[in-house]
């Protein structure tokens, strides 16, 4: 292996990382009572795991020069270009053009300026829970109306509902759809089949659709990923989102990519991000994306693999040792979507057990919105000797 993923670096208080997944994150969990020293962070979705040489050289070049003044739009350009001959190496999208893309600091602002530009007030908005609970912020803190369309869910395999997602496009009042491709927390990487069926659907009803593709490079063995990009048919009512962020550890350097084919919505979009002062980009993170794009390959293939690794060793050791905890299969993310209703604890009970017991921090399956219950999501992009110490740490729920 060229890069060592079993390498443990410590990140807690103490370490001058200031890592929010390891230390200072006790607000958010509300009526815990959590030791940030003793606790193995298993929530945030970064990783445990250094970027790529690449990337750290790039960002060293630039830091030698001294000067960190504002950056012209030439550096997100760079960081443009290489996203473009990514996906076509990877996704094998060509068609992709650099002036359909907008520079946003995250992915989470464009979710909400999206919503902003495109709904007014008291506009219904489709999401399918469970899903990555910034999904229902976006809508809710703006104002606007929570539509579920709940994927179904058959021994922890996942599906959409094309049924009632049909009769919700139906409604005049629901202007626009988010898709998570590949799913958080669920982590289906849905086929082309799937996402042309459910755009087909938003597009018969004039829905427009936001495809947050933030996890796309992070396909476990023997699955392949689809862009909503390749779907030519949808360009005049397609949002995507994608970021270097999450692929490579990068998430605290906050630069993202929004492409918008169609040139009306990317205007509105764009003057959206300047209502909300996100239009400008900064010095180091669109130099580190594009670094990573350009070389990163080899980088996503070894770590999808070592990832694939954890969940094989986690599942065999749950199904000899605790098997009334069930994982749903990843296809996709480094999120593990985990099942502990077989255990039959009460909800609150089981995340007290989990988070003060066992002292795993973990996200709350409830945070994810209706379906789930009963869950927890926890990050398995992070050294082998923390999965082991996951496992050993579980051990507590034997004694149900």
């Excluded at 909300?276 to 770590?303: K, Q």
Aim: proline share 4%; with cysteine.
């Amino acid at each position: 292996m060229s890069y060592d993923f079993n390498r443990v670096i410590e990140r807690r208080f103490g370490s001058g990382t200031h890592s929010f997944k390891w230390e200072g994150y006790e607000d958010c969990f509300p009526g815990f009572q959590i030791d940030t020293s003793q606790a193995l962070s298993m929530w945030v979705a970064d990783m445990d795991f250094e970027t790529l040489p690449e990337v750290k050289e790039a960002l060293a070049q630039r830091i030698e020069h001294g000067i960190y003044g504002y950056p012209s739009e030439s550096n997100n350009d760079a960081f443009r270009s290489a996203a473009i001959a990514w996906f076509e190496r990877r996704w094998g999208w060509s068609e992709c053009q650099r002036d359909w893309m907008l520079f946003c600091p995250g992915v989470v602002p464009a979710l909400y300026a999206s919503v902003q530009a495109f709904t007014e007030p008291g506009d219904g908005v489709i999401v399918q829970t469970p899903v990555y609970y910034p999904f229902m912020g976006a809508i809710q803190d703006s104002g606007r109306t929570l539509v579920n369309n709940r994927l179904l869910e058959e021994k922890l395999v996942y599906t959409m509902d094309y049924e009632e997602l049909e009769t919700l496009a139906q409604d005049p009042a629901n202007k626009l759809a988010i898709f998570c491709s590949p799913h958080n927390p669920v982590g289906r990487v849905w086929s082309r089949e799937e996402l042309q069926q459910a755009f087909d659907i938003c597009a018969r009803h004039d829905v427009l659709i936001l495809c947050d593709e933030i996890h796309a490079d992070l396909i476990m063995p023997g699955y392949r990923f689809t862009t909503a990009g390749l779907f030519d048919q949808y360009h005049d009512r397609l949002i995507l989102a994608h970021a270097a962020s999450k692929t490579f550890n990068l998430a605290g350097l906050t630069s993202a990519l929004v492409t918008v084919p169609n040139a009306e919505l990317r205007m509105r979009l764009a003057n959206q991000f300047m209502l909300n002062c996100l239009s400008r980009g900064n010095t180091f993170g669109p130099l580190a994306g594009a670094a990573a794009y350009r070389t990163g390959d080899a980088y996503v293939d070894e770590l999808t693999t070592y990832i694939a690794g954890n969940m094989d060793h986690a599942c065999a050791w749950l199904a000899e040792h605790l098997p009334q905890v069930q994982v749903a299969p990843l296809q996709g993310t480094y999120l593990v979507w985990m099942d502990f209703r077989g255990l039959g604890l009460e909800e609150e009970e089981l995340y007290h057990r989990v988070i003060e017991e066992a002292g795993i921090v973990g996200d709350l399956g409830r945070w994810f919105g209706p379906g789930g219950e009963g869950f927890m999501r926890f990050n398995f992009a992070t050294p082998r000797a923390n999965i082991d110490e996951f496992l050993i740490r579980l051990q507590v729920l034997q004694r149900v």
